[in-house]
């Protein structure tokens, strides 16, 4: 049997990357909510916050593990599998994840200690600091890494050198590269994605605890907290994704046109389609359902302006000639697939939108936690957003196809020359055994830690009053006679 390399050598990083990705985006968007959480502490002195601050935290922990558990593998991809694409892109690579290991991981991994084993070893403005410190390492963590991707997308600040097999990008302008021509947009929307994913895993877990009567002050509390924040993010998302959508129209615009569907210049202005299934053989989308004219609306503000076709020599990168023999089809990403992941992320963005808005309205009702069905909703939702940041990923990295590093190296020739498609199927049958065996063991730790829930707060005083109730019971111990007696917390003399 004759395996391909390169295919199984795609296959496997889009497997590694998948699994990866789950965890990620639920540690930069529960990190923000933690520094709410805890920030309400220090604001209120209530005490109920900091239970809930700690709780979130010891499941932060866990997620923190297993992104970098699963994130190892990655890195010894681009030297196995694509060596070629490593030598190419090395030099420019090489700066950005340095800068992702000193700004971010450090960062980090540093002060995670002191947010887990610190509570009663260090000040609570100590330990807010460490929170605040954990939360924006992971967001750096992530810009670094879509500024390298980004990069392969819409690259800048770099010459080539070399000829040949030893041809590679050599940095120019670091900032040019950080700060490339698709960077800003994709970053705001791959956090955005991800406060999104938080948000909805805190009210997962909220809405199971008060579906089953447990800990209910605590999940009113989170749930309240975690719905506002995702409601934000989701309307933020459409805005984002619009954005966005309009900078790849001018940078890389065979992406939108598969996104779209759009194979051939229509007059009067390119239709949106909302459903459909792109036959690249007809040219057309069979079964569509379409809003005239719309895209070309949404992309130049004009019902009527013509946005570039799958069809049109301008899909191809500036400057390049096709080589003798090919077709601007050859130059066509999957359409099918990118059609299906663009909309089923637009499908779920909407979604979210549609559920977390009218949950806000019966919040303030005060009538959301009678909604039994509602809350079971809630608690499947988080589902969508895992979904929604796994399909916009696909989507952007499968329309850059057919090129790795876009308009100076295709996918087809930067993989390793000297691994063998055996190799890659053996190590892709031993990664999913691991990732398998880690992905149960997270789920299982994950679910006891659920189960048992948070601490349970000691009788007494239930709010900011304890701490000052606390300090006035040790100043009239020690204004006492001089016997042992001391006043009992929670006991009314």
């Not at 936690?369 to 499947?380: G, H, Q």
């Not at 929604?388 to 993989?415: C, F, H, S």
Request: include cysteine; proline fraction near 5%; charge should be negative.
């Amino acid at each position: 049997m004759d395996l391909d390399p390169v295919f199984l050598a795609r296959a496997q990083f889009a497997l590694t990357i998948a699994f990866h990705y789950i965890f990620p985006p639920l540690s930069i968007g529960l990190g923000m909510l933690m520094v709410i959480m805890e920030g309400m502490y220090m604001v209120t002195k209530d005490v109920r916050y900091e239970v809930m601050a700690k709780f979130w935290t010891k499941i932060f922990a866990l997620i923190f593990a297993m992104g970098v558990a699963s994130g190892i593998v990655m890195e010894f991809q681009f030297g196995t599998n694509w060596a070629t694409y490593s030598r190419f892109v090395g030099d420019i690579f090489g700066s950005a994840l340095a800068a992702e290991a000193i700004f971010a991981f450090f960062l980090e991994s540093g002060f995670l200690a002191v947010l887990v084993f610190g509570w009663d070893r260090v000040s609570p403005r100590m330990h807010f600091f460490a929170t605040v410190m954990v939360a924006l390492g992971s967001i750096f963590s992530a810009v670094w890494i879509v500024v390298a991707n980004s990069w392969q997308q819409t690259p800048a600040g770099y010459h080539i050198v070399g000829v040949g097999l030893d041809r590679r990008a050599e940095l120019t302008d670091f900032w040019a590269m950080v700060f490339n021509p698709s960077a800003v947009e994709r970053l705001t929307h791959v956090i955005i994605g991800a406060f999104i994913l938080g948000g909805f895993f805190v009210m997962s877990v909220s809405a199971y605890y008060l579906l089953k009567g447990r800990h209910e002050d605590f999940a009113r509390r989170s749930f309240g907290i975690a719905l506002p924040f995702a409601a934000v993010f989701s309307i933020a998302a459409l805005l984002s994704g619009h954005s966005q959508a309009v900078n790849v129209a001018k940078t890389q615009p065979a992406k939108l046109a598969a996104f779209e569907g759009h194979f051939t210049k229509i007059d009067g202005g390119a239709p949106l389609y909302i459903l459909g299934i792109p036959s690249e053989e007809q040219r057309r989308v069979r079964g569509g359902v379409a809003i005239p004219g719309m895209l070309s609306f949404l992309v130049h503000g004009d019902w009527s302006e013509p946005v570039t076709p799958l069809d049109d020599p301008a899909i191809l990168p500036e400057g390049h000639v096709m080589a003798a023999g090919e077709t601007l089809s050859d130059y066509w990403p999957p359409v099918n697939a990118c059609f299906q992941l663009y909309h089923l992320m637009v499908g779920l963005g909407m979604l979210f939108i549609l559920l977390t808005v009218p949950a806000l309205v019966l919040r303030w009702r005060g009538t959301l936690f009678e909604k039994r069905t509602l809350l079971w909703v809630f608690v499947f939702a988080v589902i969508g957003p895992i979904i929604a940041n796994q399909a916009g990923w696909a989507a952007a990295e499968i329309g850059r196809q057919p090129w790795i590093v876009y308009g100076m190296l295709k996918t087809a020739d930067a993989a390793s020359k000297a691994v063998s498609g055996a190799e890659v199927l053996t190590s892709i049958i031993l990664f999913s055994l691991i990732y398998l065996s880690l992905l149960v063991v997270w789920i299982y730790v994950m679910d006891s830690k659920i189960r048992v829930g948070p601490e349970e707060l000691e009788a007494g005083p239930p709010s900011a009053a304890r701490e000052r109730w606390l300090n006035a019971a040790t100043r009239r111990a020690d204004a006492s006679t001089g016997d042992s007696v001391t006043e009992v917390p929670g006991e009314d003399r």
